[in-house]
């Protein structure tokens, strides 16, 4: 796949450029300018052309981008086209929302496992699937090899899950837990969703 | 208060600051050079130095940071130490976990009102807040003057009831809508979760 060395930065631009292409689709626009997704994006039109000719570009002077070949090029970019796995570790109140609110197939993956250690859930199912026992997890995380997985435990157990994750080949992670994770392993990846951390500078911002 | 200038990467770390030092508190250390905080947050012992400057200091020459008073000060600074208000848009699957699981006091707010559109759960309790209906919630709004509207509402809707709160002179916003919302308010601040970038940013890292 082209263009793995991509700042950081322009890869968490291209949800947003994909999100505000398929809105664009839904309504029935065919093309837009660099200076439309400019204004809508808060970027300047030569940024959002730099970002876009990282992957080889796309536009066509004085015609703008067709949209639904941007769309369909940045879903492919970021892998969307294609499942990867994920498991679930921890179906409390966040993990079950996180397992039915969330659109797995539409941001590149399947929703393929739950784990629990309360016995009081485990068996229960959300959405089609059943809560697996936290003691499995490493047996089958030997076999199925998930690509990630999606941390809602609290930040006591964080730890210790991640590096049982680690020696079973799971490197992906999807962190809601507010613990930061200590991974050294250059394979592995984290996505921190920080709730409180948000909510923190949100406080800060409206003063008082 | 002091710091209302200081740029938005220090304030998005000072959370993880203040998050660290009460890990520390709680297992009884009392003092932390900046070598060692930078070393757990990826950062340089220069970086933390500087960012703590920005607020006056806090740390002595040779001996480090005392953990108390550098946690005490970091949550005044945000805010932490008295309490906004907050009202919670879209009582859903999301938004009823978002009122159970988040620790509002500790992150410097109250939740004060829940409302929904939907007449089969206006009336139920969350928490201890009943829903209520969204018809009232200008009236609310304009009587309140709640500080946050936190947004759990699918994005058809969430720039019109922006609309609405910003005309009732609510100005913060915790989006977690998949919307990208447009307030030219310059009084107006928005912290946006984006559950689905976060998991497609995720999903180019690990690749295939």
């Not at 940024?47 to 066509?60: A, E, K, M, P, S």
């Not at 994770?181 to 409180?196: C, G, K, S, T």
Request: some cysteine; proline content about 1%.
């Amino acid at each position: 796949m082209a263009g793995r060395t991509v700042s950081n930065s322009v890869i968490r631009r291209l949800p947003r450029y994909y999100r505000f292409l398929s809105e664009l689709r839904q309504k029935g626009t065919t093309r837009i300018s660099s200076g439309e997704l400019a204004a809508h994006m808060n970027l300047t039109a030569s940024q959002i052309r730099q970002d876009l000719n990282c992957f080889g570009g796309f536009g066509q002077q004085g015609y703008g981008y067709n949209v639904d070949q941007l769309q369909y090029e940045i879903g492919r970019i970021l892998g969307l086209d294609t499942e990867a796995t994920a498991i679930l570790i921890g179906a409390g109140n966040l993990g079950q929302t996180i397992a039915t609110h969330i659109n797995f197939k539409k941001c590149g993956f399947k929703l393929v496992a739950i784990f629990d250690q309360n016995e009081k859930i485990i068996g229960d199912t959300v959405g089609d699937l059943k809560i697996s026992d936290m003691k499995d997890l490493s047996a089958y995380c030997r076999k199925v090899k998930p690509d990630v997985a999606i941390m809602c435990i609290p930040r006591a157990h964080a730890q210790e899950i991640v590096d049982e994750l680690l020696a079973c080949g799971v490197f992906g992670f999807w962190n809601f837990s507010q613990r930061d994770l200590v991974i050294e392993d250059e394979r592995a990846h984290v996505e921190n969703i920080r709730l409180a951390d948000s909510l923190m500078a949100l406080r800060y911002h409206i003063g008082k």
